[in-house]
Nanobody, 115 residues
């Protein structure tokens, strides 16, 4: 089993920045890829960014050039640096970790972009 804990969500003005963190515990040696998803009110959860165990990243088009995903040296942490935030980035952000046989979700952290 893998447990994930997100942190870093906050209320920020448009144009501001936030850095989300996700720490994994438990069977972390099984973790391969890690990603960030978000779910806005009334909308489906969507993939925001993904990073593979080899460091390859991909992003949803709406955040390209503004967000950056990275992993810590210990590989059991993943970060999401969010710059130039827009009101449409408002959502609950979830961390997800993939093992060869399963996937795990964190409980989410709230990001509100508002003036």
């Amino acid at each position: 089993q893998v447990q994930l804990a997100e942190s870093g969500g906050d209320v920020v003005q448009p144009g501001g920045s936030l850095r989300l963190s996700c720490a994994a515990s438990g069977s972390i040696d099984r973790i391969l890829n890690m990603g960030w998803y978000r779910q806005a009110p009334g909308k489906q959860r969507e993939l925001v960014a993904m990073i593979t165990s080899g460091g390859t990243t991909n992003y949803v088009d709406s955040v390209k050039g503004r967000f950056a995903i990275s992993r810590g040296n210990a590989k059991n942490t993943v970060y999401l640096q969010m710059n130039s935030l827009k009101p449409e980035d408002t959502a609950v952000y979830y961390c997800k970790a993939y093992s060869p046989v399963s996937a795990y979700w964190g409980r989410g952290t709230q990001v509100i972009v508002s003036s």
